[in-house]
């Protein structure tokens, strides 16, 4: 017997994890994967999904909670407006440069996000969710090259519902207080409301220290001291059987003062003594150094920095009195503030019986002002602050028709624009004020798309499908100080257009109405930029489009009387211009890139497997994994670590100027967060006890050691770790009220999926490193430190969510 069950807006998943039925059977589930109700048996895509219940069980309201659950799912963090920044099978984006695509997308209620900043407020009175895992270049509005989180929130109830919600965690002295209300108004007119408010104190220690001359002492003991509210409002509007109209609506604001980014030393091979007298710098460096800090002897961090992850970190302000920072921004003290709103409007036309029209308009439009200590220095006031302002407009619109006849054939034909602009306005203390920029980029697309579904034989179907995008990106960045355009050599071309087709095909074979093989391939990229995380300085800025095909095939079955789900899938993909980031440090400075790597391939297997045990009603058993090997076929010109000699590995393009190497040859290397291996298993349990139902839940995830920075060094690499996460919980049959422990990162693993390279003893200061010696000399800098931006640990949280009857 199999159980069927439709979940609106759910996409295609090789393995709904249990939903903790009270019978032992798996429930076979109905999904919207290629914008038609089909068997998610009979979809040929590579998923995992979850129902809103099961993500509030575990308290996935992040997406780093969300790497315990899905095979390949890596998560890393950058400071400023770069945000979140996810990898799924080694595919993911690690710049600093806040308007590079993400190489994992983000779709919420329809409306696409590429920009990472919208990650965290979409998890909040969730659905449903699902992670693709793949290229994906059909269905989620634009070109995805490693895949799409898509989710769906709640749409308002069939009868009147309240909700009000609190939780607290004890770790960070974090509150979260939320509360919905949804109904009906008329018989065709629903709304709902949902708010949440977040408010804590921060779960790492901040132990940086005024040196009295330069610095302030931290505004805030812990780290991040952070605020956020998120508002959505939906209403959904049913005249006939044959037509629905639904508005989504968000708005979202987060404010961290004394923002430090989670940033902290994780290793540091020379120490962290320093002494500016030495030679070669430059004596009128080393006078400013004297000047501003009234020694030439600075220390940029207190003796009790440790240089390892951990849950300290040490991080101080800024003080304005000193000149190195004269007409600084909130009193030199670091902040973090986005404000952000966006929606989508869903149209949904029955034409007939077999053919429906769609519509999905979507607008976001977010403003982000961000300043940090430029090297979390904890002692010393930094030589470099960034100062910025990033804001994104987006106006999309897609319109699809969909058949579903009885025959043999079937199609989906569509049509997608995005009118988008990016700015990001520099600002930079470096030796005190610098100038100023705005760089905008503008953003047109338009594509074509569309699918075409042969059933040959009624066990068999052929689905073949492409996009066609032209895409325009333009470049007009102003320097705001002199509020001229900065010359088109400070950055080499201020128009990029990408003019591509991503054709995708497979084949499906279900043998029986539990066993499905499928197979295919796919071709997708993801569009170049520019970098705009600094004003132009006379290099290309601009970086090309990242392109990916391959294959992908597996299987998907029930077994056993529908107790035992088992789902294996294996995939190949050659990546060619790659982008990743880097930074590097040159004689004049520090330099933050966008590179192309020449080619990679990524190929592994993915399982996962679900067990309804038949003698223990509601125990349910799971398990996933994901074998990945992803190595870079061809990049050799991957910048150097700073200090890095000749003999290490820093022997390629011989600049005969300056008698040094500029880059290395990194061919073979793994990709960033890649493990080679990770796997998730745990068990979800439901009893009833009369009137009241006991749930337990447990998942323990272990990752392989995976490179957390591009250039690979040995110490730039996230060690294996296990974390292991619990709850207990009981709630009233009737759903009236609810209670739950849950214990996320119990063994309180601090890991790092980010880090930044830069001549910490020295603070970056030009002139005290030398890179690419054939002498093997390295500078009176020695070689770079690594600072990483690290997750946060254990969290126990106790929420309490109560339902009362509402009555109007």
Same mark, same amino acid.
């Given at each position: 017997?199999?159980?069927?069950?439709?979940?609106?807006?759910?996409?295609?998943?090789?393995?709904?994890?249990?939903?903790?039925?009270?019978?032992?059977?798996?429930?076979?589930?109905?999904?919207?994967?290629?914008?038609?109700?089909?068997?998610?048996?009979?979809?040929?895509?590579?998923?995992?999904?979850?129902?809103?219940?099961?993500?509030?069980?575990?308290?996935?309201?992040?997406?780093?909670?969300?790497?315990?659950?899905?095979?390949?799912?890596?998560?890393?963090?950058?400071?400023?407006?770069?945000?979140?920044?996810?990898?799924?099978?080694?595919?993911?984006?690690?710049?600093?440069?806040?308007?590079?695509?993400?190489?994992?997308?983000?779709?919420?209620?329809?409306?696409?996000?590429?920009?990472?900043?919208?990650?965290?407020?979409?998890?909040?009175?969730?659905?449903?969710?699902?992670?693709?895992?793949?290229?994906?270049?059909?269905?989620?509005?634009?070109?995805?090259?490693?895949?799409?989180?898509?989710?769906?929130?709640?749409?308002?109830?069939?009868?009147?519902?309240? %909700?009000?919600?609190?939780?607290?965690?004890?770790?960070?002295?974090?509150?979260?207080?939320?509360?919905?209300?949804?109904?009906?108004?008329?018989?065709?007119?629903?709304?709902?409301?949902?708010?949440?408010?977040?408010?804590?104190?921060?779960?790492?220690?901040?132990?940086?220290?005024?040196?009295?001359?330069?610095?302030?002492?931290?505004?805030?003991?812990?780290?991040?001291?952070?605020?956020?509210?998120?508002?959505?409002?939906?209403?959904?509007?049913?005249?006939?059987?044959?037509?629905?109209?639904?508005?989504?609506?968000?708005?979202?604001?987060?404010?961290? !003062?004394?923002?430090?980014?989670?940033?902290?030393?994780?290793?540091?091979?020379?120490?962290?003594?320093?002494?500016?007298?030495?030679?070669?710098?430059?004596?009128?460096?080393?006078?400013?150094?004297?000047?501003?800090?009234?020694?030439?002897?600075?220390?940029?961090?207190?003796?009790?920095?440790?240089?390892?992850?951990?849950?300290?970190?040490?991080?101080?302000?800024?003080?304005?009195?000193?000149?190195?920072?004269?007409?600084?921004?909130?009193?030199?003290?670091?902040?973090?503030?986005?404000?952000?709103?966006?929606?989508?409007?869903?149209?949904?036309?029955?034409?007939?019986?077999?053919?429906?029209?769609?519509?999905?308009?979507?607008?976001?439009?977010?403003?982000?002002?961000?300043?940090?200590?430029?090297?979390?220095?904890?002692?010393?006031? !930094?030589?470099?602050?960034?100062?910025?302002?990033?804001?994104?407009?987006?106006?999309?619109?897609?319109?699809?028709?969909?058949?579903?006849?009885?025959?043999?054939?079937?199609?989906?034909?569509?049509?997608?624009?995005?009118?988008?602009?990016?700015?990001?306005?520099?600002?930079?203390?470096?030796?005190?004020?610098?100038?100023?920029?705005?760089?905008?980029?503008?953003?047109?697309?338009?594509?074509?798309?569309?699918?075409?579904?042969?059933?040959?034989?009624?066990?068999?179907?052929?689905?073949?499908?492409?996009?066609?995008?032209?895409?325009?990106?333009?470049?007009?960045?102003?320097?705001?100080?002199?509020?001229?355009?900065?010359?088109?050599?400070?950055?080499?071309?201020?128009?990029?257009?990408?003019?591509?087709?991503? !054709?995708?095909?497979?084949?499906?074979?279900?043998?029986? %109405?539990?066993?499905?093989?499928?197979?295919?391939?796919?071709?997708?990229?993801?569009?170049?930029?520019?970098?705009?995380?600094?004003?132009?300085?006379?290099?290309?800025?601009?970086?090309?489009?990242?392109?990916?095909?391959?294959?992908?095939?597996?299987?998907?079955?029930?077994?056993?009387?529908?107790?035992?789900?088992?789902?294996?899938?294996?995939?190949?993909?050659?990546?060619?211009?790659?982008?990743?980031?880097?930074?590097?440090?040159?004689?004049?400075?520090?330099?933050?890139?966008?590179?192309?790597?020449?080619?990679?391939?990524?190929?592994?297997?993915?399982?996962?497997?679900?067990?309804?045990?038949?003698?223990?009603?509601?125990?349910?058993?799971?398990?996933?994994?994901?074998?990945?090997?992803?190595?870079?076929?061809?990049?050799?010109?991957?910048?150097?670590?700073?200090?890095?000699?000749?003999?290490?590995?820093?022997?390629?393009?011989?600049?005969?100027?300056?008698?040094?190497?500029?880059?290395?040859?990194?061919?073979?290397?793994?990709?960033?967060?890649?493990?080679?291996?990770?796997?998730?298993?745990?068990?979800?349990?439901?009893?009833?006890?009369?009137?009241?139902?006991?749930?337990?839940?447990?998942?323990?995830?272990?990752?392989?050691?995976?490179?957390?920075?591009?250039?690979?060094?040995?110490?730039?690499?996230?060690?294996?770790?296990?974390?292991?996460?619990?709850?207990?919980?009981?709630?009233?049959?009737?759903?009236?009220?609810?209670?739950?422990?849950?214990?996320?990162?119990?063994?309180?693993?601090?890991?790092?999926?980010?880090?930044?390279?830069?001549?910490?003893?020295?603070?970056?200061?030009?002139?005290?490193?030398?890179?690419?010696?054939?002498?093997?000399?390295?500078?009176?800098?020695?070689?770079?430190?690594?600072?990483?931006?690290?997750?946060?640990?254990?969290?126990?949280?106790?929420?309490?969510?109560?339902?009362?009857?509402?009555?109007?």
């Amino acid at each position: 017997m199999v159980t069927r069950k439709i979940l609106p807006g759910v996409i295609a998943s090789s393995l709904m994890l249990p939903a903790i039925p009270s019978w032992s059977q798996l429930e076979e589930v109905i999904v919207t994967a290629r914008k038609r109700e089909e068997s998610v048996l009979n979809v040929p895509v590579a998923v995992t999904a979850f129902s809103g219940q099961q993500l509030e069980q575990f308290g996935t309201d992040d997406m780093y909670t969300l790497t315990e659950r899905v095979p390949g799912f890596v998560m890393g963090t950058q400071v400023a407006s770069i945000g979140p920044t996810p990898s799924l099978r080694g595919i993911g984006t690690g710049t600093l440069n806040p308007t590079i695509d993400q190489s994992v997308s983000l779709n919420i209620d329809g409306l696409g996000f590429s920009q990472a900043l919208a990650f965290s407020s979409g998890m909040f009175d969730m659905a449903s969710m699902e992670v693709l895992r793949g290229p994906q270049s059909l269905f989620y509005g634009k070109n995805s090259t490693a895949g799409v989180i898509s989710i769906n929130t709640r749409d308002p109830a069939d009868e009147f519902e309240a %909700e009000v919600g609190v939780g607290y965690e004890a770790d960070a002295e974090e509150w979260q207080i939320s509360g919905i209300l949804s109904g009906p108004i008329t018989d065709t007119f629903g709304v709902r409301l949902a708010v949440q408010q977040t408010s804590m104190d921060g779960y790492f220690d901040n132990n940086g220290v005024s040196d009295g001359i330069s610095s302030l002492a931290p505004s805030t003991p812990k780290i991040p001291e952070s605020e956020e509210l998120t508002v959505r409002g939906t209403a959904v509007w049913e005249p006939t059987s044959a037509f629905t109209a639904k508005l989504k609506a968000t708005y979202n604001t987060v404010d961290i !003062p004394g923002y430090g980014g989670n940033g902290q030393l994780s290793s540091c091979p020379d120490g962290l003594d320093t002494n500016f007298t030495a030679p070669p710098l430059d004596p009128g460096i080393v006078g400013a150094l004297g000047y501003y800090y009234g020694t030439t002897d600075v220390r940029w961090w207190p003796e009790n920095e440790d240089c390892k992850l951990d849950d300290k970190v040490a991080i101080v302000s800024m003080d304005p009195s000193n000149p190195l920072y004269t007409g600084i921004r909130n009193g030199g003290v670091p902040f973090f503030d986005l404000e952000q709103y966006y929606g989508s409007l869903l149209l949904d036309w029955e034409i007939s019986e077999d053919l429906t029209l769609s519509s999905v308009t979507g607008y976001a439009n977010s403003e982000h002002n961000v300043m940090i200590n430029g090297l979390n220095t904890g002692l010393a006031g !930094p030589i470099i602050v960034a100062d910025t302002n990033f804001s994104r407009e987006d106006f999309t619109q897609e319109l699809r028709l969909t058949s579903n006849y009885d025959g043999a054939w079937n199609y989906m034909i569509g049509a997608y624009y995005q009118d988008g602009e990016m700015v990001n306005r520099t600002g930079l203390y470096f030796f005190g004020p610098r100038d100023k920029g705005k760089l905008p980029i503008d953003i047109e697309t338009q594509a074509i798309f569309g699918q075409l579904l042969w059933r040959i034989v009624p066990d068999v179907e052929l689905a073949a499908g492409a996009r066609y995008t032209d895409e325009t990106r333009k470049f007009k960045p102003v320097n705001l100080a002199t509020g001229e355009p900065f010359p088109i050599e400070t950055y080499f071309t201020d128009e990029l257009q990408t003019d591509d087709v991503s !054709p995708e095909f497979s084949v499906t074979w279900t043998p029986t %109405e539990t066993l499905t093989f499928f197979g295919g391939y796919r071709k997708a990229f993801k569009s170049g930029s520019w970098d705009t995380v600094s004003n132009p300085r006379g290099f290309d800025l601009s970086f090309d489009d990242e392109d990916v095909e391959g294959y992908e095939g597996g299987m998907k079955t029930l077994m056993l009387d529908s107790t035992i789900a088992l789902n294996v899938s294996g995939y190949f993909y050659e990546y060619d211009n790659l982008q990743v980031g880097a930074n590097e440090s040159t004689p004049d400075g520090f330099l933050i890139r966008t590179l192309n790597a020449a080619s990679a391939t990524i190929w592994g297997i993915d399982m996962d497997v679900a067990w309804a045990v038949p003698s223990i009603d509601g125990l349910e058993l799971f398990a996933v994994a994901n074998y990945n090997n992803a190595e870079y076929d061809k990049f050799d010109n991957a910048l150097c670590w700073g200090g890095q000699t000749s003999a290490e590995g820093c022997d390629q393009d011989f600049d005969e100027v300056t008698g040094l190497y500029q880059a290395q040859d990194l061919s073979g290397g793994d990709l960033l967060r890649a493990p080679e291996f990770g796997a998730t298993f745990g068990f979800t349990y439901e009893k009833s006890f009369g009137d009241t139902i006991l749930t337990l839940g447990s998942s323990t995830l272990w990752s392989d050691e995976y490179a957390a920075n591009t250039l690979l060094r040995d110490d730039f690499y996230q060690d294996s770790y296990f974390k292991t996460s619990a709850s207990i919980g009981l709630r009233a049959a009737d759903g009236a009220w609810e209670v739950n422990l849950i214990g996320k990162n119990l063994n309180d693993e601090i890991t790092a999926g980010n880090c930044t390279n830069f001549n910490g003893q020295y603070g970056n200061v030009p002139g005290t490193i030398i890179t690419g010696s054939p002498t093997g000399e390295r500078g009176i800098g020695g070689v770079d430190e690594a600072v990483c931006i690290a997750e946060r640990g254990r969290e126990l949280w106790l929420k309490v969510t109560i339902r009362p009857s509402v009555r109007f």
